[in-house]
């Protein structure tokens, strides 16, 4: 038996959350053996480990537009569950994880998991500096790992077999549709194509083409591009010369937006 942390995490968060459910979840199963499958890069999404129904999954994925993202789709339709137990989990950035836990948990049912529970943790939003800055914090890891616990108690008992984890959300296929950032008189922003600016200060070291996670940045001249931006801001976070940045006006509209809009701490929620 082994307890597998499954993840998609550009800028950390996800893999951090995962790390800490499968930790608990190990010491309440005696010491079980911890394998981490990051699929956050693209030559990751080409296979999928070979998870069997002895094991526990840690699955995790950010919250984007109130969904899982929808970049990953094609490649979760392709992952198989073998009837290993699954603990959902989906990290947002203080504001809502709207229809992301409800869509990942049918998702990974479809694909043969059991999924026994179901998370949703705050953590820094990737847009900005403020909002969530600082979880998922000790209080918010304590929370996971009593989460955890309660879930290893649940799989042993095989309770998660005879029924269907409940978990808000509107039904698929449409989720409730992605969450739509308004301008000032309420016309809808569309960042879909804003791509992050790159500065003079470029030393061209090529690290943000490595962490991208659609492989949308030329490793030999970082300044050119190929592909699609998904705002996921692992490259902006990871440059050392501070060189990558939005200038995009409805892009920082919308992040001003959030942080005036949700500064007050959000709760995670835990589904069992
Ligand atoms: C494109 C995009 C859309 C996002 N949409 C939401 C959202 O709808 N609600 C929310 O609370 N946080 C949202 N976030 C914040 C992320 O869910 C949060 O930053 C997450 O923890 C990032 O995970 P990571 O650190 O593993 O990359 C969004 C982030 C990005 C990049």
């Known amino acids: 038996m082994k307890i597998w942390e499954i993840f998609f995490s550009p800028l950390g968060d996800t893999a951090r959350v995962c790390a800490a459910c499968a930790?608990?979840?190990?010491?309440?199963?005696?010491?079980?053996?911890?394998?981490?499958?990051?699929?956050?890069?693209?030559?990751?999404?080409?296979?999928?480990?070979?998870?069997?129904?002895?094991?526990?999954?840690?699955?995790?994925?950010?919250?984007?537009?109130?969904?899982?993202?929808?970049?990953?789709?094609?490649?979760?339709?392709?992952?198989?569950?073998?009837?290993?137990?699954?603990?959902?989990?989906?990290?947002?950035?203080?504001?809502a994880f709207d229809n992301a836990l409800r869509e990942l948990c049918e998702l990974l049912a479809s694909r043969g998991f059991s999924v026994a529970a179901g998370g949703a943790a705050v953590c820094r939003h990737a847009f900005s500096h403020t909002l969530g800055c600082g979880r998922p914090d000790a209080a918010d890891f304590a929370e996971i790992k009593a989460f955890a616990a309660k879930a290893a108690q649940k799989i042993a008992s095989g309770a998660h077999k005879a029924e269907t984890l409940s978990v808000p959300g509107q039904p698929g296929p449409e989720y409730g549709g992605y969450y739509q950032p308004r301008d000032r008189r309420g016309e809808p922003i569309d960042i879909r194509k804003v791509v992050p600016q790159v500065s003079p200060s470029c030393i061209g070291c090529g690290l943000c083409a490595r962490v991208c996670p659609m492989g949308s940045i030329a490793a030999e001249d970082p300044r050119q591009r190929s592909g699609i931006c998904i705002k996921c801001n692992a490259c902006i976070e990871n440059c050392p010369a501070g060189a990558r940045y939005f200038s995009d006006p409805g892009y920082l509209y919308h992040k001003q937006e959030l942080e005036a809009m949700y500064a007050d701490r959000a709760e995670n929620s835990f589904y069992l």
């Open 23 to 95: 930790g608990a979840l190990a010491e309440a199963g005696g010491g079980a053996d911890i394998c981490i499958y990051d699929f956050t890069l693209p030559a990751a999404r080409q296979s999928f480990p070979p998870v069997s129904k002895e094991d526990i999954v840690v699955f995790g994925v950010p919250t984007y537009a109130g969904r899982v993202p929808n970049v990953l789709l094609k490649y979760l339709h392709t992952i198989e569950g073998r009837g290993a137990a699954a603990i959902a989990l989906v990290t947002f950035g203080n504001r």
